[in-house]
Nanobody, 121 residues
Framework: QVQLVESGGGWKQPGGSLILSCTAS????????MGWYRQVPGKQRELVAD???????NFGDSVRGRFTISSDNAKNAVYLQMNSLKPEDTAVYYC???????????????WGQGTQVTVSS
């Protein structure tokens, strides 16, 4: 099994910054992609950003230019730097990863439990 543990959520005023961290642990042979999604009540979960093991990055339209994503492959960790926060960034942020648990098993998708980010004055 694989566990994803997020940290770094909280409350910020508009224009502020936050860093979210996520670390994967457990039976990990290889991770292909790690990323962040977010969800507000009544809406679908949406991609915020993800990064492949090769460093390729993908961003949601609403955060491009404000958020950056980085990873530490040796630590099985991914980080989301959120700048110029807006009230509409308020959501539960979920870490996500495609993980291969052994050489012979296929990639499986895992989710963290989520961390609340609230942006308000």
């Amino acid at each position: 099994q694989v566990q994803l543990v997020e940290s770094g959520g909280g409350w910020k005023q508009p224009g502020g910054s936050l860093i979210l961290s996520c670390t994967a642990s457990g039976s990990i042979f290889r991770i292909d992609v790690m990323g962040w999604y977010r969800q507000v009540p009544g809406k679908q979960r949406e991609l915020v950003a993800d990064i492949t093991s090769r460093g390729e990055r993908n961003f949601g339209d609403s955060v491009r230019g404000r958020f950056t994503i980085s990873s530490d492959n040796a630590k099985n960790a991914v980080y989301l730097q959120m700048n110029s926060l807006k009230p509409e960034d308020t959501a539960v942020y979920y870490c996500n990863a495609d993980v291969k648990e052994s050489r012979s098993t296929p990639y499986a998708n895992y989710w963290g439990q989520g961390t609340q980010v609230t942006v308000s004055s």
